[in-house]
T-cell receptor, first 112, second 117 residues
Framework: SQKIEQNSEALNIQEGKTATLTCNYTNYSPAYLQWYRQDPGRGPVFLLL?????KEKRKERLKVTFDTTLKQSLFHITASQPADSATYLC???????????FGSGTRLLVRP | DTAVSQTPKYLVTQMGNDKSIKCEQNLGHDTMYWYKQDSKKFLKIMFSYNNKELIINETVPNRFSPKSPDKAHLNLHINSLELGDSAVYFC????????????????FGPGTRLTVL
């Protein structure tokens, strides 16, 4: 069956460390993968997109990798801050489709 | 100057009632979506309209009916509400017009928390 999996346990790290979140998928061949941030009581906000032919993408303190062989994306936040605490969702999209398929998200807690 | 807005933010109602949620986007986007986020935080697509045409219709009970009067608005009407309909409903929009349109990000509204008693 088709699945997108993110670690359901919260990731708890110390301020200043690098947070690494994982997104694994099975039985999909996505054209690209997106990462979103969701704060409590709010809608998801787009962060980064990486295409199937890209290995890595960076934006300020954020870095995303995409390994289509392993069927995995890693999302890194370097020099993490308490303000980075939120739930992070990955989403994949197939070619020629409007549909985004979301993982259930991983909650990140950054301790001061 | 809100990009994607939804009303109401909270909706508490009895089982069996009919209710509507409204969504508007002022981004000039062509495509709008309705998602349902359950208590386990799974965000699942329900419907999508592109220029007022229905393009995604997931396996959703036919008690749910989307309506798009124009490309800036996508409303969701729910008949005969059931306990299991309790969730947060998000509206979203995306551009989907350029040749790279398939890669476009989605902009989400603030959500409508529906509670069915």
């Amino acid at each position: 069956s088709q699945k997108i999996e993110q670690n359901s346990e919260a990731l708890n790290i110390q301020e200043g460390k690098t947070a690494t979140l994982t997104c694994n998928y099975t039985n999909y061949s996505p054209a690209y993968l997106q990462w979103y941030r969701q704060d409590p009581g709010r809608g998801p906000v787009f962060l980064l997109l990486i295409r199937e032919n890209e290995k890595e993408k960076r934006k300020e303190r954020l870095k995303v990798t995409f390994d289509t062989t392993l069927k995995q994306s890693l999302f890194h936040i370097t020099a993490s801050q308490p303000a980075d605490s939120a739930t992070y969702l990955c989403a994949i999209r197939m070619d020629s489709s409007y549909k985004l398929i979301f993982g259930s998200g991983t909650r990140l807690l950054v301790r001061p | 100057d809100t990009a994607v807005s939804q009303t109401p933010k909270y909706l508490v109602t009895q089982m069996g009632n009919d209710k509507s949620i409204k969504c508007e986007q002022n981004l000039g986007h062509d495509t709008m979506y309705w998602y349902k986020q359950d208590s386990k935080k799974f965000l699942k697509i329900m419907f999508s309209y592109n220029n007022k045409e229905l393009i995604i219709n997931e396996t959703v009970p036919n008690r749910f009916s989307p309506k798009s009067p124009d490309k800036a608005h996508l409303n969701l009407h729910i008949n005969s509400l059931e306990l299991g309909d309790s969730a947060v409903y998000f509206c979203a929009s995306s551009q989907d017009r350029t040749s790279g349109a398939l890669y476009n990000e989605q902009f989400f509204g603030p959500g409508t928390r529906l509670t069915v008693l």
